[in-house]
Antibody
Framework: EVQLVESGGDLVQPGGSLRLSCAAS????????MDWVRQAPGKGLQWVSRIKTDGSYTSYADSVKGRFTISRDNAKNTVYLQMNSLRVEDTAVYYC??????WGQGTLVTVFS | DIVMTQSPLSLSVTPGQAASISCKSS???????????LYWHLQKAGQPPQLLIYEASNRFSGVPDRFSGSGSGTDFTLKISRVEAEDVGVYYC?????????FGPGTKVDIK
């Protein structure tokens, strides 16, 4: 069974940093591209970032480019999202997605002033 | 960026009746490899989204056959042949042909 379990969400002040993790199991993690998608409270879905199977390619939404960094450790079956210079508008549930078929349960990031 | 629109934005359906949701993209989602990069997801209350349809018309594993996807180029449709109570939630289309990948605003479906 495919499982994606996010962690690392927290309350943080503007300008702060967080690192989200997504632990994958039930499939050959190194064979799949992975995404992060977020959902602000009561809002729709927004794609955030993507990483290739071996980590050699990454891409970002303009709203997070230069502040967020996606990475992966295939030995640990984990994908990460390093979030720096956080803003109030980054407040959202962050989902880890195996492109595009399985979603994790999400982890909540709240940026408050 | 590719703009995704959906209509209607809300839909109230009698159980057993059919429902249809339209999704339009501002650019063609047909790639040179012959695949169409349009997906449909359903988000039930308090849950993460779940994949229903991939590449415009392919039903994902375990998805009931009352769900079907159709369309090409820029115009797509998700149909539910006979709505059941468990189908309530918000339906999203999303394109993955061009970065940034973009979602439609969502269509909220509830039961009359």
């Amino acid at each position: 069974e495919v499982q994606l379990v996010e962690s690392g969400g927290d309350l943080v002040q503007p300008g702060g940093s967080l690192r989200l993790s997504c632990a994958a199991s039930g499939f050959t993690f190194s064979s799949y591209w992975m995404d992060w998608v977020r959902q602000a409270p009561g809002k729709g879905l927004q794609w955030v970032s993507r990483i290739k199977t071996d980590g050699s390619y990454t891409s970002y939404a303009d709203s997070v480019k230069g502040r967020f960094t996606i990475s992966r450790d295939n030995a640990k079956n984990t994908v990460y999202l390093q979030m720096n210079s956080l803003r109030v508008e980054d407040t959202a549930v962050y989902y880890c997605v195996r492109v595009w078929d399985y979603w994790g349960q999400g982890t909540l990031v709240t940026v408050f002033s | 960026d590719i703009v995704m629109t959906q209509s209607p934005l809300s839909l109230s359906v009698t159980p057993g009746q059919a429902a249809s949701i339209s999704c339009k993209s501002s650019q063609s989602l047909l790639q040179s490899d012959g695949r169409t990069y349009l997906y449909w997801h359903l988000q039930k209350a308090g849950q993460p989204p779940q994949l229903l349809i991939y590449e415009a018309s392919n039903r994902f594993s375990g998805v009931p056959d009352r769900f079907s996807g159709s369309g090409s180029g820029t115009d797509f449709t998700l149909k539910i042949s006979r709505v059941e109570a468990e189908d309530v939630g918000v339906y999203y289309c999303v394109q993955s042909i061009q970065i940034p990948f973009t979602f439609g605003p969502g269509t909220k479906v509830d039961i009359k």
